[in-house]
């Protein structure tokens, strides 16, 4: 070494020290010269940064390019790049394979992930499916279905229309007992009408339901969903219906018939037959009456739209007992979902249906307008007090029948309609004046002052399916829905207190 201190190349060989000076401190790590301002901390320690030492020979200086490289940079990627090659993945993709499969960031098992195999090819895109996505598919499959293979069978199969009713069936039997039958034809949707049907016996009732369901007057009338009156029931002077029978057509609309109301049949069968009466009844006209008054007050609930169906015109009776129904009506429940339906509701609001009159086997007589007019006025003054909505839904003047009449004909206009006799054509035409006189009238139709029946039948259609459809509870219904609470409305009729003490009180 010189004076100057700077090195001979060659003075050292492999594996001898250089000579400090006197009065000099330890060298420090590399790069760092602690000694003071000196012209030695210019020069770096003759060993490599990997440990060994410079090979014999002449010292070469490094270029400052190397020396002022970041020494931790030089050895990392020769540490963490795997055996095989393989590319390691992106922090976040491996943060969230290890949440997925339940593993912590940084265990061996991770490490172990990453030079397993390539990866997949969701985490090369560094996409992944959200849990919204699997939620959807999951919940138009069965429970059945593996979320990995997707029947399309079954999804197909919540496209097909729902199943076609071909007959009516049994909402609640004859001993007052609900079935649970037609829960199978409803669906879950929203878009749905109810029509009920109350009225005396043999007036028509199960014949019109059909009419106004699926069937048509050409039709036999042993193939109707509500079956009719036999010709010898009529003799003998008995019911067909018993109980209320449920019929839906492919329009979600509810066709709801009954047994006849105050039936004498039904009272001639519980006298002749000795049929045991329930503990809280002790005549059978009142168990008959009770029955009556618990299918009209469950109707005025579940139903939008009630048809009184006479074929006269009119019986106060009837209308005392649509006053009697209507007191002893059950509350609409709240939003509570109360266990029975006989509760109170906390805003008052209450539910009443549509009532339509329908005068069936009409004479020609009955559509003298003049005689319409007074039909009209002693409804609507039997019905003055009354709850139920029985004017301005369903009108006769709209469906062209009257085409000589003003809509301001009839000042109190109520829900009623006016249906002819279902008569034979044959029986309208008519006979010859005479042997050579006018022999073109034989080929015209009688005049019967009014369309014919099947004409009269289509416009009744019409108007029904047109009535409003207002909400039956606090909540939307659907067909499900509105059959559980049905259940629950039913339940409440039967064991309600107010019913109970109307029929302590005919005793």
């Not at 049905?486 to 207190?497: C, E, L, Q, T």
Request: aromatic share 6%.
């Amino acid at each position: 070494m010189s004076e100057s201190g700077h090195s001979q190349p060659g003075m050292y060989g492999q594996g001898r020290r250089r000579r400090r000076r006197r009065g000099d401190r330890d060298v420090g790590p590399p790069g760092q010269n602690l000694s003071g301002p000196s012209r030695d901390r210019d020069y770096q320690p003759r060993e490599r940064r990997d440990g060994s030492e410079d090979p014999p020979g002449p010292l070469i200086q490094k270029t400052p390019i190397i020396l002022a490289k970041p020494p931790g940079e030089r050895a990392k990627p020769s540490q963490n790049t795997p055996a095989s090659g393989t590319p390691v993945l992106e922090k976040p993709i491996m943060l969230m394979k290890a949440r997925d499969d339940g593993v912590k960031p940084g265990t061996p098992t991770e490490s172990a992930a990453q030079s397993s195999g390539p990866p997949s090819k969701i985490e090369r895109e560094g996409q992944r499916p959200t849990q919204p996505v699997y939620q959807i598919q999951n919940r138009g499959m069965s429970a059945s279905a593996s979320s990995s293979a997707l029947d399309p069978m079954v999804g197909q199969s919540k496209l097909l229309p729902p199943e076609k009713m071909k007959h009516s069936i049994k909402l609640v039997d004859d001993q007052m007992n609900w079935c649970d039958s037609a829960m199978e034809y409803l669906r879950d949707q929203t878009d749905m009408l109810v029509v009920g049907v109350i009225g005396l016996q043999g007036t028509g009732k199960s014949t019109i339901m059909s009419l106004l369901s699926a069937n048509t007057p050409e039709e036999d009338q042993r193939s109707f969903v509500f079956r009719p009156q036999t010709q010898e029931i009529k003799e003998r002077g008995g019911n067909q219906s018993t109980g209320i029978d449920f019929f839906i057509t492919q329009e979600r609309v509810i066709f709801l018939d009954t047994q006849p109301m105050l039936s004498p049949s039904i009272l001639d069968h519980l006298i002749n037959n000795d049929r045991k009466l329930p503990p809280e009844y002790n005549l059978p006209h009142t168990y008959v009456e009770m029955q009556s008054l618990q299918i009209a007050a469950f109707l005025f609930t579940v139903c939008h739209v009630v048809i009184v169906v006479q074929d006269w015109f009119t019986d106060l009776n009837l209308y005392r007992f649509l006053q009697t129904a209507e007191m002893l009506k059950p509350s609409t429940p709240s939003a509570s979902h109360d266990s029975t339906g006989s509760s109170g509701s906390d805003d008052g609001a209450e539910y009443y249906p549509h009532i339509v009159f329908l005068q069936n086997k009409a004479r020609r007589d009955d559509f003298c307008p003049r005689n319409l007019k007074n039909m009209h006025m002693v409804v609507d003054k039997l019905m003055a007090h009354s709850h139920l909505k029985y004017k301005g839904t369903l009108s006769m003047l709209d469906c062209n029948v009257f085409p000589g009449l003003g809509q301001d004909y009839l000042t109190a206009e109520v829900n009623m309609f006016l249906l002819p006799v279902q008569e034979n054509d044959g029986e309208d035409n008519l006979t010859k004046a005479g042997s050579g006189t006018y022999p073109l009238f034989s080929l015209l139709p009688g005049y019967r002052g009014h369309p014919a029946f099947s004409t009269m039948v289509s416009k009744l259609r019409s108007q029904i399916l047109a009535m409003p459809r207002c909400q039956l509870s606090h909540t939307i219904l659907t067909e499900k829905n509105w059959f559980h609470y049905a259940a629950r409305i039913w339940d409440g009729v039967k064991k309600s207190s107010a019913l109970s003490e109307y029929s302590r009180l005919l005793c």
